[in-house]
């Protein structure tokens, strides 16, 4: 039986886990617009850069990302992504009193919670690498 305050933990964990892979995909297309810039080498104005996903949501980056991207794999999990994230944004601690003590739907909330934390962790560490591939294009 998992405690309200173990779930509410464990929602926040992963709440923070897809903040990281938001802000992993904005470092990752900026790179690639600093590589499209070094690649025109100013012969044609390119722009693009931070504030043009400063404030993406992370629907929006995965769709930036899968347009700039050939890791089919990666993008199908990303794509699992929002729907988790916006449970846990925004619904996982509107619990009705009987939800909240109910031990079982809160030990299925948590188990949840847990599985998007480890999607989204993975995703994260597998951007970070995508990162480091267009690092050393860059250099």
Same mark, same amino acid.
């Given at each position: 039986? !998992?405690?309200?305050? !173990? ?46 996903? !400063? ?35 925004? !619904? ?48």
């Amino acid at each position: 039986m !998992e405690s309200d305050r !173990e779930y509410a933990i464990a929602a926040m964990d992963a709440l923070a886990s897809m903040q990281f892979v938001e802000e992993s995909l904005r470092m990752y297309l900026i790179r690639v617009y600093a590589l499209v810039r070094k690649r025109l080498n100013d012969d044609v104005g390119f722009s693009l850069d931070y504030p043009d996903v !400063e404030k993406d949501s992370l629907g929006t980056l995965i769709g930036k990302f899968q347009t700039h991207s050939n890791s089919e794999g990666l993008i199908q999990t990303l794509m699992s992504l929002p729907r988790e994230r916006n449970f846990l944004a925004h !619904e996982s601690f509107l619990l009705r009193e009987e939800q909240y003590k109910n031990s079982s739907h809160l030990d299925a909330l948590h188990e949840r919670a847990k599985k998007a934390k480890a999607r989204a962790d993975k995703c994260f560490r597998e951007v970070l690498v995508e990162v480091a591939r267009l690092d050393s294009l860059l250099k």
